[in-house]
């Protein structure tokens, strides 16, 4: 199986999953549209764009299942969002940069 059509049903049966615990999140935010838009832009799966941005895979589900009561988007996210989607390929390579501590 393909890699990317296996981790899309990786991502489904995640959803699933919430939804049958009660998890199902809130209605859609335009963050989580923008989120899952600019994912699917980009040919990511949600692991992926988490590895490649330096985000946890934890939050980056939580923002595009709509879970904002424990993970909500502050400024900081949107404007992360707003940075990636003007230069994907920049805001990767910074995230891959390792930085000594001053």
Known sequence: MP???????????????ARKDGRGGDPPTDF???LIALRRKLKLTQR??????????GTV????QGRSSK????????LLLRVIESDPDGVAEI???????A
């Open 3 to 17: 890699a990317t059509l296996k981790a899309g049903l990786e991502e489904t049966e995640c959803i699933v999953r």
């Open 32 to 34: 989580s549209v923008r």
């Open 48 to 57: 992926q764009f988490s590895d490649r941005y330096g985000l946890k895979l």
């Open 61 to 64: 589900r939580n923002w595009e």
């Open 71 to 78: 993970v909500v988007p502050d400024a900081a996210a949107a």
């Open 95 to 101: 995230a891959a940069l390792e930085f000594e501590d």
